[in-house]
């Protein structure tokens, strides 16, 4: 048996355990499986329990709406135009058909823009009661604010269902007009609806938005300033939140805005507990515009026959979704179907500014973040 | 204050559910429903405007199973679903020029079989009878969640 000459000297020096002088960072990859982010990943880099910086990183779920919109009818784009935000699908619809309007240069008449501003208005509330449920109160770890919101938010549903014949996916808005009249037992189910709904926001304001819990976690948390929000190209209630007076609704009125009188609520703070209630308040004002449109409704039809063709041109249409401002870009060659539409959201905006608002905050405070801002992965990746 | 917010939940424990045993008890949906089709042979003419409007292309034209020759429909085909495609858009029924299509409260088509998912005219053609029997009502007072689902027949009619 012979020995290895090499065996007998020394093959590397004894490793030396010393405390690292300099902060030890890690990254983590949160996401893509859903551990409350959606549909996309967050590659966070930590040190301890503080975020040093995060990329969010996106497209999972992209599904190329805006170049299967050149494939479809004017009217058969309106069902896969209107997944990418299910739970706000009035919106999404809506967005979409007011340049195809404005090009074949139809008006709705008065009373179906009042069914329209009905029909929103109910998704927005449908709309923040989900966020409500997940984005605020899983998000935050507050359960009972899930189970209370769901209920009531289906209660919206079955009236939806009652008017559209959908729960969730309406496609209740085609050019010229919306698809049906309100129901018979419509309005008496919907005033006692709303009435009910008022008394669950007092209930929900003393078991979420004035909890002392809910306070410590948002309060603080995630500041946007109000040039940065500017600066970033922020919409919606997240712009709100940061002391922001703007809403489509009220700067370039669509549907019948222009006659129903409500406020816009803004919060001076920026931080998540703002963006928590403006979209409180927003479900107040939604209460406001359904009972003056219910009232101030006119008699008439409800749509025009619109023709099937897109004229020649160029068109946007500009809504106040639930997730901020959307503009649908829609451009016509005279045939049947859009020769390009152009789809910019609130979701996607709203992703600009995580980034920059994940920065040294505590990991347990990255939900909270992440649930002000109300991102919908499947709209902002259309 | 914290012992407000516990307050408000433990409210909850003497408010009645709303809660329906699905599939023991169904709820009967409201009229105009859009679930799976219906399909009236003697008034479709053929014209093909429901393929035309579908989004999902998931309509075709068959002859009729058992060959009869409708006179208003010269070239004797009508329109045969693929459930597995259909989002239940119901522009079909909405641009049917004769009214041959219409809504119905049937939404439980899931089969074992991908084939069994193509409808033929005559299976369409059928009225669903898996309707439910319960209603919800809605209350909207303090002391209930707000809905309850009560049988059909015990209904005022209003």
Request: glycine fraction near 8%; hydrophobic fraction near 35%; include cysteine.
């Amino acid at each position: 048996m012979t020995t290895n000459p090499d065996q007998t000297k020394p093959t590397a020096p004894p490793i030396a355990i010393t405390a690292a002088k300099e902060p030890s960072t890690l990254d983590v990859s949160v996401g893509p499986q859903h551990p409350g982010s959606g549909h996309l990943r967050m590659l966070m880099r930590v040190d301890g329990d503080y975020i040093v910086s995060v990329d969010p990183d996106i497209g999972y779920v992209h599904r190329g709406c805006e170049k299967i919109a050149e494939y479809r009818t004017a009217v058969s784009n309106i069902p896969h135009l209107e997944r990418p935000c299910i739970i706000d699908a009035i919106h999404l619809n809506w967005g979409y058909v007011l340049p195809i309007e404005e090009l074949q240069g139809i008006v709705v008449p008065p009373r179906g823009q009042y069914i329209s501003t009905i029909a929103a208005e109910m998704n927005r509330i449908m709309s923040h009661l989900y966020w409500l449920a997940i984005n605020a109160g899983v998000f935050s770890g507050h359960t009972t604010i899930f189970m209370y919101a769901f209920g009531d938010r289906d209660l919206f549903i079955e009236l939806a269902e009652m008017l559209t014949g959908a729960r969730l996916t309406y496609s209740f808005l085609p050019p010229g007009g919306p698809r049906r009249d309100l129901p018979a037992e419509f309005q008496d189910r919907l005033l006692k609806l709303l009435d009910y709904f008022e008394r669950r926001l007092v209930e929900y304001d003393r078991i979420f938005f004035s909890n002392p819990l809910v306070i410590a976690r948002a309060k603080g948390i995630g500041t946007l300033k109000r040039d940065e929000a500017i600066k970033l190209g922020m919409t919606g209630p997240v712009l709100r939140g940061s002391g922001v007076k703007y809403d489509v609704r009220k700067v370039e009125p669509y549907g019948a805005y222009a006659d129903l009188d409500f406020e816009i609520p803004v919060f001076e703070e920026g931080d998540s507990y703002a963006r928590f209630l403006v979209r409180f308040e927003e479900m107040k004002q939604s209460i406001k515009i359904i009972r003056q449109a219910l009232e101030k409704m006119p008699k008439g039809p409800i749509a025009r026959k619109a023709p099937l063709i897109i004229p020649e041109g160029e068109a946007i249409g500009r809504v106040e979704s639930s997730r901020g401002e959307l503009t649908y870009m829609v451009k016509g060659d005279n045939s049947d179907k859009p020769s390009r539409v152009k789809i910019m959201n609130g979701s996607f905006r709203s992703l600009i500014a995580l980034p920059y608002l994940i920065r040294n905050v505590h990991v347990a405070d990255m939900p909270i973040i992440y649930g002000s801002l109300d991102y919908w992965p499947v709209e902002a990746d259309r | 204050m914290v012992f407000g917010a516990m307050y408000e939940g433990i409210k909850h424990i003497f408010k009645r559910t709303f809660t329906l045993k699905y599939p023991y008890q169904k709820v009967l949906l409201p009229k105009g429903f859009r679930g799976r089709h219906i399909l009236y042979m003697e008034k479709c003419t053929g014209c093909g405007i429901c393929a035309w409007i579908c989004p999902e292309r998931c309509i075709s034209f068959v002859p009729p199973a058992d060959g009869k020759e409708h006179p208003q429909n010269p070239e004797n085909r009508f329109p045969q679903y693929w459930y597995a495609r259909c989002c239940f858009c119901h522009f079909c029924t909405d641009y049917c020029p004769t009214g041959a299509l219409d809504y119905s409260p049937d939404y439980e088509l899931a089969e074992y079989d991908r084939e069994l998912l193509v409808w033929s005219p005559e299976r369409l053609s059928k009225v669903p009878t898996n309707i439910g029997t319960y209603r919800s009502v809605f209350h909207g007072n303090k002391g209930s969640m707000g809905v309850t689902y009560e049988p059909v027949e015990k209904q005022p009619k209003t």
